[in-house]
């Protein structure tokens, strides 16, 4: 593939964030996408922008879809098709995840299931709905979204990602396997597996909308109490705080993890455009992935002890490029 030009290409998560910038840098190259996310109108602004900037002839769609559910699933499929009159799609991003559900031992069975439903089913059900359709290109590309995460299961000292860390490792290994698959059976179809560090998007503030924990008003529900409880025992927040206070300190921690972050949305899709125009197939994404991955694949027995890994990513600092393919 030597351009996005012409093609068309599947976004899932396309309402904010990597997904958003991917839809909007894949329209302005000239291609035609059809993008879905759980909120209906984040991907409808996210369509609306990338349109605005698209040369004659691309067409950008935007469906509402939980790709945790299969039938939402093959329901957008069939919608995209009759929506671009087609009947073959030339690449899919399976971008769409959530957080949640840290702990196996402490957090809610429910939010620890729909967190790994969001991010290895919803791999999962895209890759089974659009195969055919990839293949049918000729020359299609399936790229799905792991993380550091997918390599490294913890977000450091106290913080367990369990559900989270379970799925990227699922949707590594998935990725990793499709490889020798799709070339002994499908050859017209390559795989790649994209795994981003800290990239500066809203997943902290979308990841509690899906688990019901962000609400702008009202009572709090069960799954709010339980977590403004959980701030309190942390120190995070006060004794007694109000349930405007802990929407304010929620909204401050999604904040501070977009804007703290080393690499920008935009960055980081430009990094998986380059990747996949490349024919890598393994594409890490920002400086702290790739210093972790290295850091990991050296000395695995060490991964998670975190004294030494901080030790040795002192001693590296400054010494990887900003994104990086193999």
């Known amino acids: ?65 939980d790709v945790s559910d299969e039938a ?26 959530i957080g949640g559900g840290g702990s196996f031992v402490n957090d809610r069975r429910e939010d620890w299931e729909r967190t790994f439903a969001v991010d290895w089913w919803g791999v999962y059900y895209c890759a089974r709905a659009f195969l055919p359709l990839l293949i049918a290109s000729g020359d299609g590309v399936l790229v799905n979204t792991s993380s550091v995460n997918g390599f490294w299961a913890t977000l450091g000292p106290g913080m367990p990602n369990t559900a989270y860390c379970a799925a990227k490792f699922a949707v590594k290994g998935f990725t990793e396997a499709l490889i020798e698959d799709l070339r002994t059976n499908a050859p017209q179809v390559r795989v790649a597996v994209v795994m981003p560090g800290h990239i500066g998007t809203d997943i902290v503030a979308n990841s509690m909308r899906a688990h019901g924990i ?6 709090l529900t069960d799954a709010q109490q339980e977590r403004r409880a959980e701030l309190i025992r942390r120190g995070a927040l006060a004794e007694g705080a109000s349930a405007g206070e802990m929407r304010q300190m929620l909204e401050k921690m999604s904040n501070d993890f977009r804007d703290s972050a080393p690499l920008s ?20 994404v920002g400086q702290d992935a790739v210093g972790l991955d290295g850091f990991v694949r050296a000395k695995p027995e060490d991964a998670y002890d975190y004294a030494r890994l901080a030790s040795m990513a002192a001693q590296n600092a400054g010494g990887a490029d900003q994104g990086g393919m193999t």
């Open 72 to 97: 939402q699933v093959l329901r957008f499929r069939d919608e995209l098709l009759a929506a671009h009159a087609t009947d073959h799609v030339d690449l899919v991003f399976s971008n769409a995840g």
């Open 265 to 284: 949305s935009a960055g980081a899709a430009t990094i998986i455009l380059d990747g996949v125009l490349s024919g890598a197939w393994r594409i890490l």
């Open 214 to 219: 962000l609400a702008d008003s009202g009572p």
């Open 1 to 65: 593939m030597d351009s996005f030009s012409g093609k068309l290409a599947v976004v899932t998560g396309g309402g904010s964030g990597m997904g958003r910038e991917l839809v909007r840098q894949l329209a302005a190259q000239g291609c035609s996408v059809a993008a879905c996310d759980l909120n209906a109108d984040a991907v409808a602004e996210t369509a609306a922008v990338a349109r605005e900037n698209a040369p004659p002839g691309v067409v950008v769609t935007s469906h509402a879809c």
